[in-house]
């Protein structure tokens, strides 16, 4: 972010975010995790308490369990040890617990996800009509709002392979929304993307930030952490190394690794 | 020497060189495009030459169009080579299509037909609306109705006893229940071994294992000759039934397969975006996992299909005629003995299992293409 109109927009855009994060209800609290898979451990014991209205970017190595942390918040990976509460709701192994809070947190996927099968339009309509027991009609109009939103309105009724990889992931984003989320998630949402498809998948992000979204981000695009994160995260080996605010985060790092981590992909 | 470059200009798009398109770039490329693609070429035309002027002049050109006995179809009386003698078919097409059901009754048996192509015509054209009625008329009406009116018993219809049906009546019943029977019940298989419980999994595979280790014929006599023994005294299940039930679970076995298969090719990714919308198990796998796991594989299920239509030829060995069955009893009568009675008997039936199994192959493909939303690229 060298451009000084960019990092202008990015000061006015800081200034109006860092007005909706006063209120002090906790969205996420991950309590001790403990994870393994088969025998390697994981997760180690990560806490982190994500307020209504933060927008938290984790970063680290890769196999340093960001993702698997982030899908800890809606089980989709399930831990041995530990606890997570998600706007109030503990999971557990209730199921009606877990299709609850699944119900309230959006997830967007590195790979997108959507179904290939379906429209974009039916993509955003299914949990809606399905889940939520929407009428058809209603839960199109709000699949519209949502891909108008996200600035493909015009793309409803093609089918997801047809659409650019930066087209996709902004559907899987609208799809997301059309649930009413409280709170969204993002696993490197833009890493599988072409260069020239990133900027237009940030934006909206960005745009969902500015709106007051709580969210949750694994991402290394540190041009968009400067500018949306209220906190950021660095994680390796399976635990939390450094929790900061992002203007100490990324000019006086405490810990070595962040520092090393950032020496690593700053240049 | 200039080492850089900038376009000034974009290049218009083009069409191909001529020798690449139409008939003569086809022939071209595809026919003659290298030393291999002529000789085969070359090979299948050979092979049409020494294969259809036969076969043509079998069926058609030298074939028995007219007659009323054996007599009319020997070439003594013909005086010249005899084909194909289809007043013989003409003289036992009621027996082909209807067996021994009794000839005042015959008319239920068509107007099943014709009710089972009126539910089912509108539901294999895409642009026609209703589907999921019509889907419930076909799938679930239908088979009741159609049982109602073949064997009878109600409604002032007299009773016909399974034992008199046969001919092409069998064929179809048979691979009509084994389709909207299988397919439900591997779907059901397949997901039960795919299935995290323990339990449910090791029970859907005993089950396909053991159905699949089972050749149909074993199946067909087990259930026709051995079951009745093993039944408490007086309780009798119709053995039309007990066929029918075998070729269900029989096929119901290899389905599962087929859709396990289709299964494994659905990317984890789906299960998951479809959880994270808060979709439960039952949603997931009906609106999102399963379309794409049968889309997969409907190669692999219309080849379960016509496998099946086939081998309902087996219930002749436990004395079930269908309609192959029903032509080799009409090859005993004397009235019809001639030189080319098998041979035209044969034909015939070789004709309509072709024709219907080539109709399934035809509509799968059409439908593997509508569904095609650009998987493949």
């Keep these: ?267 | 020497m200039d080492t850089t470059f900038v376009r000034r200009e974009l290049i218009a798009p083009l069409p191909p060189p001529l020798a690449t398109r139409g008939m003569l770039g086809f022939a071209r490329q595809r026919l003659f495009g290298s030393v291999l693609n002529t000789a085969l070429t070359l090979l299948s035309l050979l092979l049409l030459i020494v294969v259809l002027p036969p076969l043509l002049r079998f069926l058609i050109i030298d074939a028995v169009w007219d007659g009323a006995s054996r007599v009319d179809c020997l070439p003594e009386t013909q005086g010249r080579p005899v084909g194909a003698c289809w007043p013989f078919v003409a003289a036992k097409f009621r027996q082909f299509m209807y067996g021994f059901y009794p000839e005042a009754e015959q008319w239920r048996i068509n107007v099943t037909y014709a009710l089972g192509v009126i539910l089912l015509v509108p539901l294999l054209i895409p642009r026609v609306p209703y589907k999921t009625w019509n889907a419930i008329a076909f799938f679930g009406l239908f088979p009741l109705v159609a049982f109602v009116l073949l064997v009878g018993d109600v409604l002032g219809l007299p009773h016909v006893e399974t034992r008199l049906w046969g001919g092409m009546l069998v064929t179809l019943v048979i691979t009509f229940t084994g389709i909207i029977g299988s397919l439900p019940l591997g779907v059901l298989l397949a997901l039960g071994r795919a299935s995290k419980l323990p339990v449910v999994r090791m029970l859907a595979t005993i089950f396909i294992e053991f159905w699949r280790g089972v050749p149909l014929i074993t199946v067909l006599f087990f259930a026709t000759y051995m079951l009745p023994l093993f039944l408490p005294g007086n309780w009798r299940i119709d053995p039309m039934l007990r066929v029918l039930i075998g070729v269900v679970l029989f096929a119901g076995a290899y389905m599962a397969e087929v859709v396990r298969g289709g299964l494994q090719a659905v990317p984890r990714g789906q299960y998951e975006g479809a959880t994270a919308l808060g979709l439960g198990y039952w949603r997931m796998m009906g609106f999102v996992i399963m379309p794409q796991a049968l889309k997969h594989v409907i190669p692999g299920i219309v080849n379960s299909f016509i496998a099946l239509f086939k081998d309902t030829t087996l219930v002749l060995i436990v004395s079930i005629f269908d309609l192959l069955g029903q032509l080799r009893a009409s090859f005993a009568d004397p009235n019809w003995a001639t030189p080319v009675t098998l041979f035209t008997g044969f034909a015939f039936a070789g004709i309509i299992y072709l024709v219907i199994s080539f109709a399934m192959s035809r509509y799968a493909l059409y439908t593997e293409r509508r569904l095609d939303t650009g998987a493949r690229r």
Aim: aromatic share 6%; with cysteine; glycine share 6%.
């Design chain 1, 1 to 267: 972010m060298t451009n000084t109109t960019e990092a202008a927009a990015n000061s006015a855009g800081r200034a109006k975010l860092a007005m909706r994060t006063t209120a002090n209800e906790v969205a996420v609290d991950i309590m001790s995790l403990n994870k393994w898979f088969g025998i390697f451990h994981v997760l180690r014991d990560v806490s982190l308490k994500v307020m209504r209205g933060e927008r938290i970017v984790v970063c680290g190595p890769s196999g340093s369990g960001k993702s698997t942390l982030l899908r800890c918040v809606n089980r989709i990976e399930d831990w041995q040890q530990g606890r997570v509460i998600v706007d109030g709701v503990e999971l557990t192994e209730d199921l009606k617990a877990i299709d609850e809070v699944r119900r309230e947190v959006g997830m967007v996927f590195q790979q997108f996800n959507l179904f290939p099968h379906l429209s974009v339009l039916e993509n955003c309509t299914l949990a809606p009509i399905r889940v939520r027991h929407m009428p058809r009609r209603t839960a199109e109009e709000l699949a519209r709002h949502y891909l108008a939103r996200v600035r493909i309105p015009e793309q409803a009724d093609k089918y997801p392979l047809q659409l650019s990889g930066g087209q996709q992931q902004r559907v899987a984003i609208a799809r997301a929304l059309c649930m009413h989320p409280k709170i969204m998630l993002f696993d490197e949402p833009t890493s599988a993307l072409d260069p020239e498809m990133v900027k237009e998948v940030l934006d909206t992000m960005v745009g969902l930030a500015m709106d007051g979204m709580t969210m949750l981000v694994v991402s290394h695009e540190m041009g968009f952490a400067r500018q949306v994160a209220s906190r950021m995260v660095l994680m390796d080996a399976g635990q939390i190394v450094e929790i900061n605010e992002p203007k100490t985060f990324f000019e006086h790092p405490q810990h070595e690794r962040t520092r090393l981590f950032l020496s690593q992909i700053l240049h």
